[in-house]
């Protein structure tokens, strides 16, 4: 999601109008595996130790809109995407067995990882529902996409965690195509003149 957020609108010309709008968003989600029915190979046993998984998203953006029907809107422009991304944090509770040989939760270490898309975003979508209120108040609905930068990968773990900051570069080749954001946005108007 893009979150909540605001903008201004400005009507030029009959079918020509630009927006500028902001959106913001954060969520941190505590244990989000823990007690789950879900088979993750790559974290096997540790799954529950994932301690938080956390997403934000923000972005301020100028929109030109072309009304092709009083209905229908062709919506293009971009937006400067900030402080956007996830992190989550691994921190073992167990420790593992190999035969005789136990190793401790503090042997294996800790591992935070962070997927950031940060950079300036073109987007372009169709706006569906009257641009412009006939009466004071008024909804409408914009649905898109922005083409995001590629995303950075940054990997700090420690103890016999530590060699996986060298997965980095080869995370950031696997995501390299996760770079379409589709929106589907509900904007509630408010005419301030005619």
Known sequence: TNGFGAGVRYQFLEKLAVRLNGTYFARTVNNPLKGRD???????????????VKGSV???????????????RLVVGGAIINNTGVDGYLKPSK????????????????????????????????????????KRFGINVDLGSYYMSP???????????????????????NLSTFRWMPTLQVNLNFKIAN
């Open 151 to 173: 995303a950075k990968v940054t990997i700090d773990a420690t103890k016999m965690l530590a060699p996986n900051k060298q997965q980095e570069s080869i995370l950031e080749n």
């Open 95 to 134: 420790g593992m067995d190999f035969g005789s040989l136990s190793i401790t939760p503090e042997q294996i270490g800790d591992l935070k990882a962070n997927v950031s898309y940060n950079g300036f975003a073109p987007y372009i979508g169709l706006g569906l529902g009257k641009s412009t209120p006939s």
């Open 58 to 72: 923000s972005q301020i953006g100028v929109l030109g809109e072309y009304s092709v029907l009083s209905m229908l």
């Open 38 to 52: 879900i088979n993750i190979a790559a974290l096997g046993d540790f799954k529950d130790d994932i301690r938080y």
